[in-house]
């Protein structure tokens, strides 16, 4: 911040240096504001400007890095689009949590998703189970395997109403409602979330459900109640679109250090000691 003259007058702005040239950014006169968010407001714009200047790096189309914009080819992780495959061109096309719109348009119709949208469904944990059946299969996350009643008979009553009137459980604790029409995806999605439960990130590449020791937080013998670490990372999964759409396919368990452990193993476990 500095005095300026203007008009004949002393005025308070914000001064930008940039290129040895001098702006004025903002005018602060009688503006109210206080000296620390001028300092705040003036390094904030400098940044901006400052942005503006970063080099450019991308990839030719020998996967070679340049600094010339005009070289550069479209890549995803490096990975020029071209070679992509087929699941990885379908996300690079749109990102699969922005089926939503898809899911709608086929319940007015009640149509089958097709294409990428296959694919996409995935990732609100929708499955079209075709050719084994003309049908779409619910997958919902249950992290660490730990369920209300209350949650309990709400899925029941999906089993019941929408369904075949049984749920499957699979080997890493989802919960799975097969015999779906699309008309009714919208309904699912929405009594899942009135439950508190999701089924968002439970199918294609992205973490799969968390799942703990199954007698954790009563089983005297642990050595730590891992559940709600299960429960935490669970929800900051849910919460971060930058871990939608990894390679697949990441699983994360933890284990509370009893004698009893799953049988399998997943990608990445956490161990109490």
């Excluded at 990130?201 to 670490?229: H, K, M, Q, S």
């Excluded at 299960?230 to 930058?242: M, Q, S, V």
């Excluded at 250090?257 to 476990?269: D, E, H, K, W, Y």
Aim: charged residues 25%; aromatic residues 10%.
């Amino acid at each position: 911040m500095t005095e300026i003259g203007r008009e004949g007058k002393l005025a308070r702005a914000v001064l930008i240096q940039y290129h040895e040239k001098t702006f004025i950014m903002v005018d602060i006169n009688n503006s109210g504001f206080t000296e620390e968010q001028t300092s705040y407001l003036s390094g904030f714009v400098s940044g901006i400007l400052q942005a503006r200047e970063l080099p450019f790096l991308g990839q030719d189309a020998e996967s070679r890095f340049t600094h010339e914009p005009s070289k550069a080819v479209e890549s995803v992780h490096g990975t020029l689009i071209d070679d992509l495959c087929r699941e990885e061109q379908i996300k690079y096309e749109k990102h699969g949590l922005d089926c939503y719109d898809a899911i709608l348009a086929n319940a007015e119709t009640d149509t089958f998703p097709a294409d990428g949208e296959i694919f996409r469904y995935k990732f609100h944990g929708l499955f079209f189970v075709s050719p084994a059946q003309e049908s779409i299969m619910l997958r919902c996350r249950v992290a660490g395997g730990a369920l209300s009643t209350y949650q309990f008979r709400g899925l029941a009553e999906m089993a019941e109403d929408w369904g075949p009137g049984h749920i499957d459980l699979t080997t890493r604790g989802n919960l799975q409602i097969r015999e779906l029409m699309p008309k009714i995806c919208p309904k699912v999605l929405m009594k899942l979330a009135d439950l508190g439960l999701t089924s968002q990130g439970a199918g294609a590449d992205n973490v799969r459900n968390i799942t703990a020791t199954a007698t954790t937080g009563f089983d005297p013998t642990e050595l730590l109640d891992v559940l709600p670490y299960a429960r935490a990372i669970h929800h900051y999964i849910l919460k971060n679109r930058d871990l939608f759409g990894l390679p697949r396919k990441f699983n994360i368990s933890y284990d509370s250090g009893v004698q009893f452990r799953p049988a399998r193993i997943p990608t990445t476990s956490v161990f109490t000691r």
